[in-house]
């Protein structure tokens, strides 16, 4: 309850704002709206601040500069209008670069899947056909083995040497360069016979000549 | 009591157009943002210029507000009213932009000052009501915006964002980024200090050619 003894003019005024926002108690807003009607300087308070909240709230209170809202729709309109074009200059665009990023990107793909397999298979092949014993270089570090003199070796000036054999079982793999004649089956298998031939040949003379010798 | 609170205008709900205009803008449909935002340009300017005090700052925040309440115009949500979030956003633009250039070296030393002591109307003559159509005079709006621009900051901006922009006390004290009581205990200062002005302006005949009866004070 408010005590109306106590409830003077100063009280209405802290509360005079709360007031007519409809924000006071039930009870207190009686007390308040008694106290108006007997308190000519309280009412003169409170329907002045009415005024004053009613006027100001009035749209007509708000002055714009002249021009503002054609300035206002000019720089809307630069912004949307640069927003919608910064889209669609990209769309515009995107789904060509897109396709052809797409098509390079997959040629690319198939091209180096078929050349790895295509490499690893001439690499398999060379393996199987280049003479075990054939004389070799590698230089540590390197993938490849390559033939002597070859112009593909890595750190040339650390090569050693070693057959065929023992560099495809240190982990090697062969020069497609170098050693591209032992890619086909036919004419490595025909080389192999003639260097065989040849490696005969050749022990046959040393034979002869050993042997001429005794 | 009814009549006590018509005063306080609360704004009309979103209409279904203004609700039809934010999805169709939220899905693009840029060209329809100003048609948007129209209607909210002026509370828009005057919220900045509460804050800013100049006409060049406060339009150009307003405009900056309102391009960025387009370029997050979709993380607005139909919950929320639309004037008060273009509202909310303007006055966080206008606030950083003061505190980027520091205007408010003078304006802070009353800050210091005690706001919670009562504020005691000193005029009280007479009142009648002032008739809204005494806006119409340009001197009539010229004096109650020379009265405005008589306060404080602080209670000129609580007074702006409430009792014009139409935001309620929470929102207010929300866009100001102060409590709840603050914005009560300013409001409550801020529209007393306006009666007084402007009663005190009557006796100085600001409003002298207003059709009222001699002795009654508007305010």
Known sequence: ?214 | MAEANAVLNNPEPATTREQELIARVQRGENDLYYELVRPYERRVYAAALAILRNETDAEDVAQEAMLKAFANIRQFRAEARFSTWLIQITVNEALMRRRRERTVVMEGIDDRREEESDYAPRDFADWREIPSEALERKEVRQKLAEALAMLDRKYREVFVLRDMEQLNIQETAEALGISVASVKTRLLRARLMLRDLLAAGWDKGWFSRLPFEKGAKPW
């Open chain 1, 1 to 214: 309850m408010v005590d109306n003894q106590a409830f003077n003019c100063e009280h209405v005024w802290r509360e005079i704002s709360n007031y007519l926002e409809g924000e006071v108690e039930p009870t207190l807003r009686a007390a308040m709206e008694e106290h108006f009607r007997t308190c000519k300087r309280c009412t003169s308070v409170l329907e002045g601040t009415r005024n004053v909240i009613r006027l100001y709230s009035d749209e007509r209170m708000i002055e714009v500069p002249t021009g503002f809202g054609r300035r206002l729709e000019k720089r809307l309109a630069q912004n949307t209008r640069a927003s919608r074009k910064r889209w669609s200059s990209w769309s515009a665009w995107l789904v060509p670069v897109a396709a052809l990023a797409l098509i390079t990107a997959g040629v690319w793909l198939t091209n180096s899947w078929t050349a790895a397999r295509r490499d690893r298979s001439q690499m398999a092949a060379i393996e199987r056909n280049i003479p075990p014993d054939m004389k070799v270089v590698v230089s540590d570090g390197a993938k490849l083995f390559h033939v002597a003199g070859c112009d593909y070796i890595h750190n040339k000036d650390k090569v050693r040497t070693l057959t065929a054999k023992e560099a495809i079982r240190e982990g090697y793999t062969p020069c497609l360069r170098c050693l591209r004649k032992y890619v086909d089956t036919t004419a490595a298998i025909g080389h192999t016979t003639l260097d065989s031939e040849a490696e005969a040949r050749d022990a046959d003379a040393k034979d002869e000549q050993q042997g001429g010798g005794q």
